[in-house]
T-cell receptor, first 114, second 115 residues
């Protein structure tokens, strides 16, 4: 079945460092891809999404490009802030089923130190 | 606009007891999801409703879990009897419709501890 694999955490960076969180997927259909973020004590929030190959999703300085050839959707940010400390989840939704069901990776914890 | 509401936020029970969780979706959202998030893992879909009908309950352990969405608005998820492995955060999400382009909005979750 469909699945998502994220890089192991925690990831610890200094403020203003460059961030990459790797995400790869396995899907039989034509999925849409998402990054969700969970700040401490809060619920999951959609960070960005891409619905087809070569699309780039972006929000709050974060970017991810839908790479069909490598089945990847890596999250990047050029300069992280302490306020970016959170758990990041990569997810896919299978377009062929059209139910909107999300399949999540295991999450990657990011800690940014001042 | 009010977000997805869930209650209780925390619950501690002993194994073999029963427990129920409540979710109130965003007004006007026809689709409602219940996810289970075990510590260190990503959320996993348990059941999806479209209005008051079930769309997908393939991963719901039906011998002990049940869910309903009477009148197509609020929903309750019940576990009876609970097992130790049910300790998790139970997330409710809602969206305007089931299509993948409809963003899912998540509630804060209910953290269940089974002793």
């Amino acid at each position: 079945g469909d699945s998502v694999t994220q890089m192991e955490g925690p990831v610890t960076l200094s403020e203003e460092a460059f961030l990459t969180i790797n995400c790869t997927y396995t899907a039989t259909g034509y999925p849409s891809l998402f990054w969700y973020v969970q700040y401490p004590g809060e619920g999951l929030q959609l960070l960005l999404k891409a619905t087809k190959a070569d699309d780039k999703g972006s929000n709050k300085g974060f970017e991810a490009t839908y790479r069909k050839e490598t089945t990847s959707f890596h999250l990047e940010k050029g300069s992280v802030q302490v306020s970016d400390s959170a758990v990041y989840f990569c997810a896919l939704s299978d377009g062929s089923s059209n139910t909107g069901k999300l399949i999540f990776g295991q999450g990657t914890t990011l800690q940014v130190k001042p | 606009e009010a977000g997805v509401a869930q209650s209780p936020r925390y619950k501690i029970i002993e194994k073999r007891q029963s427990v129920a969780f409540w979710c109130n979706p965003i007004s006007g959202h026809a689709t409602l999801y219940w996810y289970q998030q075990i510590l260190g893992q990503g959320p996993k879909l348990l059941i999806q409703f479209q209005n008051n009908g079930v769309v997908d309950d393939s991963q719901l352990p039906k011998d002990r879990f049940s869910a309903e969405r009477l009148k197509g608005v609020d929903s309750t998820l019940k576990i009876q009897p609970a097992k130790l492995e049910d300790s998790a955060v139970y997330l409710c999400a809602s969206s305007l419709g089931p299509a993948i382009y409809n963003e899912q909005f998540f509630g804060p979750g209910t953290r269940l501890t089974v002793l």
